[in-house]
């Protein structure tokens, strides 16, 4: 069965640092990985995914299958950025999304 | 982009009685539409999976007789919860994926449901 740990459940950084939310997960076949975010009072909406290989709001995040991790990174925080990410895996042609326990930031200022 | 609507988006009910959720993709067919639930301060659990013209295929531990999903159209999946008891309060937050291909879920903004 296919599982996703979002090891921090909160994370705080300063306006302008670096910040890495932290996700692995586990299946043995070849996922396809998600990040979502929740800002607050809003629905959850898709941030990237990791075979669009893309930049999203300055985030980006690179699936390593060697250490079966998909962390998101921003070199420079934004109080915006402050919300609720969770990591999601598809692993399989359902199209069903397992999340992981999520991570609240927050940028401080 | 796809937008999903729930409505209600938030109930208020009385022990014994049941509870419709509907969920709807406003401008994008949805072959497959997700149902899940999130308790306060946890990440979603997915609950069943239904695709348009089809029964729903239900997560294990979750009751088919007790969450009733029906997914009518491409553009609607109902979700009834019977005889609703204070266990069942929760939020509940639909999905929908088109017919494109595509692995993108939208979400729809979810439903409070408060058993008394």
């Known amino acids: 069965a296919q599982r996703v740990t979002q090891p921090e459940k909160l994370l705080s950084v300063f306006k302008g640092a670096p910040v890495e939310l932290k996700c692995n997960y586990s299946?043995?076949?070849?996922?396809?990985l998600f990040w979502y975010v929740q800002y607050s009072r809003q629905r959850l909406q898709l941030l990237l995914r990791?075979?669009s290989r893309e930049s999203i709001k300055g985030f980006t995040a690179d699936l390593n299958k060697g250490e079966t991790s998909f962390h998101l990174k921003k070199p420079f925080a934004q109080e915006e950025d402050s919300a609720m990410y969770y990591c999601?895996?598809?692993?399989?042609?359902?199209?069903?999304?397992?999340f992981g326990s999520g991570t609240q930031l927050t940028v401080l200022p | 982009g796809a937008v999903v609507s729930q409505h209600p988006s938030w109930v208020i009910c009385k022990s014994g009685t049941s509870v419709k959720i509907e969920c709807r993709s406003l401008d994008f067919q949805a072959t497959t539409m997700f149902w899940y639930r999130q308790f306060p301060k946890q990440s979603l659990m997915l609950m069943a999976t239904s695709n348009e013209g089809s029964k729903a295929t239900y997560e294990q531990g979750v009751e088919k007789d007790k969450f009733l999903i029906n997914h009518a159209s491409l553009t609607l999946s109902t979700l009834t919860v019977t005889s609703a008891h204070p266990e069942d309060s929760s939020f509940y937050i639909c999905?929908?994926?088109?017919?494109?291909?595509?692995?993108?879920?939208?979400f729809g903004p979810g439903t409070r449901l408060l058993v008394l």
């Open positions: 299946y043995s076949g070849s996922p396809e």
């Open positions: 990791h075979i």
């Open positions: 999601a895996l598809n692993a399989g042609s359902a199209r069903q999304l397992t």
């Open positions: 999905s929908a994926s088109g017919t494109s291909g595509s692995e993108t879920q939208y």
